[in-house]
């Protein structure tokens, strides 16, 4: 119930397309749904978060989609672009908890110029 | 800014040694995260402390690892002794206040231990 299932773990995807990766959870608890974005060498960078009360945030290209019902949420990068390039990790934070958060496996990201 | 800050970035080490690794986080931050990342498991939180109190650990492997956090601006994660299967990155991140709040994270120990 503590796990974050994160999928697809590698993705390719061509300069200007969209790329998409998907999280599911189980723990109803969970209150709180970053995404951080790994670039090699380097440690996670907190890339954009949304709370189980809003369906849809957007930052620039970024959109996080969240499903309560479904128990599901989602990264959408419009526009791709080679810099994009990187490790997307979903996370979900304990509502109970003091601090920590779940990380799902990540995804690597190649975006093909 | 300063970031987190980790030391050693790289340590190469024989199987049986003591292994050392350091962070400094964010002045201000109260809570401090250990993590360890390898290709096989993902991200896994090992420990982390709040106002220098060890909140959980349940993360940690076995009893050769250790942390501590004397003061707000130091903790070191131990390993006593190293195995090969202890290989991995290591980070350390830190966050203000409480939930909710975006972890930073340093750029992590590259450790390899023969």
């Known amino acids: 119930q503590q796990q974050v299932k994160q999928s697809p773990q590698s993705l390719i995807v061509q300069k200007g397309g969209i790329s998409i990766i998907n999280c599911a959870y189980e723990?109803?608890?969970?209150?709180?749904f970053p995404w951080y974005q790994q670039f090699p060498g380097k440690g996670p960078a907190l890339l954009i978060a949304?709370?189980?009360?809003?369906s849809e945030k957007k930052e620039g290209r970024f959109t996080i989609s969240f499903n309560k019902s479904a128990k599901q949420f989602s990264l959408h990068i419009m526009d791709s672009q080679p810099g994009d390039s990187a490790t997307y990790f979903c996370a979900a934070h304990h509502g109970g908890s003091q601090g920590n958060l779940i990380f799902g496996k990540g995804t690597k990201l190649s975006v093909k110029p | 800014d300063a970031g987190v800050i980790q030391s050693p970035r790289h340590e190469v080490t024989e199987m049986g040694q003591e292994v050392t690794l350091r962070c400094k986080p964010i002045s201000g931050h109260d809570y401090l995260f250990w993590y360890r990342q390898t290709m096989m498991r993902g991200l896994e939180l090992l420990i982390y402390f709040n106002n220098n109190v060890p909140i959980d650990d349940s993360g940690m492997p076995e009893d050769r690892f250790s942390a501590k956090m004397p003061n707000a601006s130091f903790s070191t994660l131990k390993i006593q002794p190293s195995e090969p299967r202890d290989s991995a990155v290591y980070f350390c991140?830190?966050?203000?206040?409480?939930?909710?709040?975006?972890?930073?994270f340093g750029d992590g120990t590259r450790l390899s231990i023969l």
């Open positions: 949304i709370r189980p009360d809003v």
């Open positions: 991140a830190s966050s203000a206040f409480s939930r909710r709040q975006p972890q930073h």
């Open positions: 723990n109803t608890a969970f209150d709180y």
